[in-house]
T-cell receptor
Framework: DQQVKQNSPSLSVQEGRISILNCDYTNSMFDYFLWYKKYPAEGPTFLISISSIKDKNEDGRFTVFLNKSAKHLSLHIVPSQPGDSAVYFCAASRRSTGNQFYFGTGTSLTVIP | ETGVTQSPTHLIKTRGQQVTLRCSSQSGHNTVSWYQQALGQGPQFIFQYYREEENGRGNFPPRFSGLQFPNYSSELNVNALELDDSALYLC??????????????FGPGTRLTVL
């Protein structure tokens, strides 16, 4: 049972434009969410997180939005750069299981120069 | 600050064999989690170790077992290997505080191939 879903396997964006990566979840008990970026032959690298008490969190070019009623979160990258080309995973956890994270299947982002 | 390291990088085993994968936590971290990432999938939580004890387990059979050592390094052991165990095995470390939420930092992974 896939509790965290990323329905777009791939996304291509022109350099300088906005990249929007989406993630949906089914478990209403999830209350902490993270985005990771993964390059080939490397482990996932933490990007940004958001708690369910917020609906937005920013860190430089990266902003995560959380819509609890829709069980949806998105990662915005503005402006997109070629170095952002990677696979992006969203992950979720719930307080009762602490550090057990549930990951989506990933979206491969390609930023075209 | 030393990041999370894993060994070996690649491993080839045959069905029915046993394998041990190793992980060294990031400096200052006290918790290790192991994940299995099959091709085209996201990482799936196997289990987590905190203070040398299992602190949560995903939907994996008992032939997946682990250890955490006093220096917070960890091993993942898989017995009776099956073809479906072929995957990238990721280790992640964090500093766990009860009731808190802690970002996990991942190692580069071990690619296991079962023939």
């Amino acid at each position: 049972d896939q509790q965290v879903k990323q329905n777009s396997p791939s996304l291509s964006v022109q350099e300088g434009r906005i990249s929007i990566l989406n993630c949906d979840y089914t478990n209403s008990m999830f209350d902490y969410f993270l985005w990771y970026k993964k390059y080939p032959a490397e482990g996932p690298t933490f990007l940004i997180s958001i708690s369910s008490i917020k609906d937005k969190n920013e860190d430089g070019r990266f902003t995560v939005f959380l819509n609890k009623s829709a069980k949806h979160l998105s990662l915005h990258i503005v402006p997109s750069q070629p170095g952002d080309s990677a696979v992006y995973f969203c992950a979720a956890s719930r307080r009762s299981t602490g550090n057990q994270f549930y990951f989506g299947t990933g979206t491969s982002l390609t930023v075209i120069p | 600050e030393t990041g999370v390291t894993q060994s070996p990088t690649h491993l080839i085993k045959t069905r029915g064999q046993q394998v041990t994968l190793r992980c060294s936590s990031q400096s200052g971290h006290n918790t290790v989690s192991w994940y299995q990432q099959a091709l085209g999938q996201g990482p799936q939580f196997i289990f987590q170790y905190y203070r040398e004890e299992e602190n949560g387990r995903g939907n994996f059979p008992p032939r997946f077992s682990g250890l955490q050592f006093p220096n917070y390094s960890s091993e993942l052991n898989v017995n009776a290997l099956e073809l479906d165990d072929s995957a990238l095995y990721l280790c992640a470390s964090s500093f766990y505080v009860a009731g808190g939420r802690n970002t996990q930092y991942f190692g580069p992974g071990t690619r296991l191939t079962v023939l």
